[in-house]
DNA sequence: TTGATCTATGTAAATCGATACATAGAAATC
DNA sequence: GATTTCTATGTATCGATTTACATAGATCAA
């Protein structure tokens, strides 16, 4: 590794002029063009690279965001990732990627990294821990930029979040569009913001085509939790009821899957008897039997978001909109089809 | 952030003094019991942390490790990641998670970084990629330590790869085991020591339960490449046979969902009329329909021996075996069961 | 012509914070 | 008083950046 003194030594001139080339300051000082090329084509020949630590140490900077994510093990967690990355990378920063692993241990330690300076901001990943819901309220405490990705945030605190309003609006929509009067719910848990507005998405898409919403219909007991089984004891509970419907709009992927597993074990066929629509789009999901027709969880695209607000934040630009809005789309599969009569 | 100097204020002694209690060095300098304690007690109060930058500029190390990761979208890699870190967590290193997202420039932006000094160390997940060969031997030719998960390296050159043999045996004997004397076998691409090392696995836990070895239940034309669509191809091709048989060991789980997918297409039943067994055990496998028997690939602990590796090789031990085999095991789940008389 | 004043272009030296090496001073021992 | 033995410190250093100053030549008023 050479260093910013053989770069001088090699362009005939002093390594303040070789840090003032390579940066490309020019405020109180102009550089005549031929010492910058001397120096740019010496720094070139040795292929120097400034050391960061040295770099860093003087400059009080870090050049580097930190993604605190829960858990990369978690395909939204890593899709969100990949957006982030794909910006950030762009810019002059690099990303210190912290995987939490839904571990408050981690947490704690990536709190002291955080305060100690190292980072010059930090893209949250929501969860639902309550830890969560502290450390960030601490960080923007401490006035570390910061954007939280994947959860409403109280305050002034920048966030980018999904429209689950829209989203699941679209998937009951598709449902009445393919003739279906009769849509079951299977809601997730009542405690979670995303399952409330999933569930207002649904019925404003009954509302507007003038289809009654019946409280029948509607497994919202979540005694099972959260995962497949939620899903499949739900279903099981409505199809018990033996009143008729022909599609059901699960809460999300897993439980769709829950839900698909009570009705095959049931004799009944998806789609060609119920339609089912998850939500997520799970990358399993294109290759579940049947794929599964779901609405899109624009993961990648909240994490770019997320990123662009930062660096602007970062660049001391003013915001307008602190809380962004990622847009849903629906994906048709093979789980949803024509109502039958 | 309080420094050095305040510590060494706050507790009447030199900074040297205080780098040296800290970092508990006494080489050729013991201190007094007391003097350490009053170190100790100012840095505490202060709630020094020393600056990385000043440190690792001077000592020449950056106390880091860089993760290769071809794409942390994946499964396997984020599993195996998981391991790496909680070994890595463990000691006095930190991770550098580089997410080379399957991309050349990425890949060469990293290789700047490592060959920069600024890791110590790398663990390097591998990949198909051609470039992934030329990478690995470029960096082990330039001296920075490695360890290759997933993939037998040439050479010196450390690695852990996973029990491909032993795994496809116990597939073949699980099926064996259930009853089952006529089992067919998707193939992987030939091209793949995997593939090749299945296909053996295979064959010798037939040989050792004298069942014979049948060319024309084997599918192994990869015309349609792999993924799901392979795996369902084959199956349709040995169903068209109409050639008896009550079991299939598929080259992966996204091979086994695409045969389940034929197998349910043709009308016929997992696991009553076919038993499935994949290789993987992907976390959608189980929740499939139905839930997939599967070898786990031991992704975790893979990346956990390969983290272990490394840090010997970094602590200077000499190291007896370069290569480690980490084990797989059986899931067995609800695509396989009794042969059909 | 002269020396004063600008311009334009560079550079010397201090600095960031921690560590390493050689050395210093005090107490204890003989 | 000389010599050990303990214990702790002074100072240089890592490599880049920054700030205040330096120099050479040009310009200009007297």
């Known amino acids: 590794m050479s260093t910013i003194k053989q770069v001088a030594q090699r362009a005939g001139v002093s390594p303040s002029t070789v840090s003032i080339v390579l940066n490309n300051r020019s ?62 990378s762009e810019s002059e920063f690099h990303t210190l990627l912290c995987d939490v692993q839904n571990n408050e241990e981690k947490m704690k330690d990536y709190f002291k990294l955080f305060k100690g300076n190292r980072v010059e901001g930090i893209v949250v990943m929501a969860t639902t821990l309550e830890l969560n819901r502290r450390i960030i309220a601490q960080l923007h405490e401490e006035h570390i930029p910061l954007v939280v990705i994947g959860k409403e945030m109280p305050g002034p605190i920048p966030c980018v979040v999904m429209g689950n309003l829209e989203g699941s609006f679209s998937a009951a929509e598709h449902l009445i569009k393919l003739g279906h009067q009769r849509i079951s719910f299977i809601l997730g848990p009542s405690q979670y913001v995303d399952s409330r507005q999933r569930e207002k998405g649904g019925r404003s898409a009954l509302r507007k085509y003038g289809i009654p919403f019946d409280g029948e ?55 060609d008897d119920i339609s089912v629509v998850g939500f997520d789009d799970l990358p399993m999901s294109a290759f579940s039997n049947p794929p599964l027709t779901t609405i899109h969880y624009p993961m990648r695209e909240m994490g770019r978001q997320g990123a662009s607000l930062l660096l602007k934040l970062l660049g001391g630009q003013t915001i307008k909109k602190r809380k962004l809005i990622a847009e849903t789309h629906l994906v048709v599969r093979k789980s949803s089809g024509p109502a039958a009569m």
């Open 27 to 88: 405020t109180p000082l102009p550089i005549s063009q031929s010492t910058r090329e001397r120096v740019l084509k010496a720094a070139r020949e040795l292929k120097y690279n400034p050391n960061i630590f040295a770099r860093s140490l003087r400059t009080k900077r870090s050049y580097s965001i930190a993604i605190l994510a829960f858990d990369i093990v978690d395909p939204y967690c890593a899709h969100t990732i990949r957006g982030v990355e794909e910006v950030i």
């Open 217 to 271: 219909l509607v497994a919202e007991e979540n005694t099972v939790g959260w995962g497949p089984e939620a899903g499949y004891q739900s279903m099981k509970k409505l199809l018990k009821k033996r009143k008729k419907f022909t599609a059901v709009v699960a809460f999300d992927d897993i439980s769709a899957f829950g839900a698909i597993r009570a009705i095959s074990e049931k004799g009944l066929k998806v789609p």
